[in-house]
């Protein structure tokens, strides 16, 4: 099992453009996490799937940030315009089932650079 | 949520045994214990969970109190590739891992 996809690794753009970031879970997981890295606020939720549905997105920092799930293999989570406090290094995460026995499985990350 | 709370960080030497508290004490039944771990620079890496008894897995062990308000993981012989930082975390269903600050652990040769 290849674990959870995410590209790009790296993404330097500028102020105002629009940021499209990708993930691919494992399959068979029917729940995938957006997560959010910086140095002042760690690691924040930002948004959850369940079943391709968007369950909880109450962590979504404001209208700029949407996120889409169009089915069991991919998400998005865009940035529209993007801003320079939006850098950050961007994980996505995906689950097996809603036990609290079921561990979150991460990819590597998207480190966004936003100038 | 029930809170989690660490050391911010500790010092090992390697090849020595590694214990990493964790208190939390609001902890509900039905809530399970993990832990992660975060290398430098790359995505959070889950290490070990329990509920009420002990476990052992090829990682770590995790230490449970009787009454499950405080657990310690316990890497046996530290090594350089273990320098991270530890998160406990408390998981009930289906939500989201709330990570703390967790604790840096440093190992020296």
């Known amino acids: 099992d290849a674990g959870v996809i995410q590209s790009p690794r790296h993404e330097v753009t500028e102020m105002g453009q629009e940021v499209t970031l990708r993930c691919k879970p494992i399959s068979g997981h029917d729940y995938l996490f957006w997560y959010r890295q910086t140095m002042m606020r760690g690691l924040e939720l930002l948004i959850y799937?369940?079943?391709?549905?968007?369950?909880?997105d109450s962590g979504m920092p404001e209208d700029r940030f949407s996120a889409k799930m169009p089915n069991a293999s991919f998400s998005t989570l865009k940035i529209q315009p993007s801003e320079p406090r939006d850098s950050a290094v961007y994980f996505c995460?995906?689950?097996?089932?809603?036990?609290?026995?079921?561990?979150?499985?991460f990819g590597p990350g998207t480190r966004l650079t936003v100038l | 949520d029930a809170k989690t709370t660490q050391p911010n960080s500790m010092e090992s030497n390697e090849e020595e045994p590694v214990h990493l508290p964790c208190n939390h004490s609001?902890?509900?039944?039905?809530?399970?214990i993990h832990w992660y771990r975060q290398l430098p620079s790359q995505g959070p890496e889950y290490v070990i969970h329990?509920?009420?008894s002990n476990v052992n897995n090829r990682m770590a062990s995790l230490a449970i109190a009787e009454d499950r308000k405080s657990s310690t993981l316990i890497l046996h012989r530290a090594t350089l590739r273990d320098a991270a930082v530890y998160y406990c975390?408390?998981?009930?269903?289906?939500?989201?891992?709330?990570f703390g600050k967790g604790t840096s652990l440093l190992v020296t040769p």
């Open positions: 609001t902890i509900s039944g039905t809530d399970y």
């Open positions: 799937f369940n079943n391709n549905v968007p369950i909880d």
């Open positions: 995460a995906s689950s097996e089932g809603r036990s609290g026995r079921n561990e979150q499985f």
């Open positions: 975390i408390l998981r009930y269903s289906g939500y989201a891992l709330n």
């Open positions: 329990g509920l009420t």
